[in-house]
């Protein structure tokens, strides 16, 4: 069994944040060391250590987690100028939570990554 992180404290709201959406599933809360003027991390309630650990029963899930973030863009107004979602993946990819979580950001030119 993969272990628990602080994003469950997150979800179950035993710790603060500020969390801007949340149903059954999916969780969105703004990062705390925002890397952007918006950096907002969609999570789904489910522990799911890394995207190695996606399992085909997900994939519902990981859809859903794209949904949340398109209409979170569209609220914090960034839809049109754009925004970037990136999903880190272990020590290589920089990964420090696991604990999958798409990273919404955007509010500025990004600039290239590749
Ligand atoms: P990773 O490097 O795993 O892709 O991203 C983890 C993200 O979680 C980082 O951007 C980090 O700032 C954020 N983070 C870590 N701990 C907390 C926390 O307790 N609260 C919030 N809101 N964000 C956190």
Redesign the pocket.
């Known amino acids: 069994m993969p272990e628990e992180t602080?994003f469950r404290k997150?979800i179950n709201k035993e710790?603060p944040?500020d969390i801007l959406y949340q149903d059954d599933y999916v969780t969105a809360?703004?990062?705390?060391?925002p890397?952007a003027p918006t950096h907002i991390?969609i999570i789904p309630n489910k522990l799911i250590a890394t995207v190695n650990d996606i399992e085909i029963e997900d994939e519902q899930l990981i859809g859903k987690m794209y949904t949340v973030a398109k209409n979170i863009a569209k609220q914090q107004g960034i839809a049109k100028s754009g925004y970037r979602l990136i999903m880190?993946c272990n020590q290589d990819g920089?990964?420090?939570?696991y604990h999958i979580?798409l990273?919404l950001l955007g509010g500025k030119q990004l600039g290239n990554l590749l």
């Open positions: 602080v997150i710790i944040s809360f703004r990062d705390i060391a890397q991390l880190n920089g990964q420090e939570v979580h990273h």
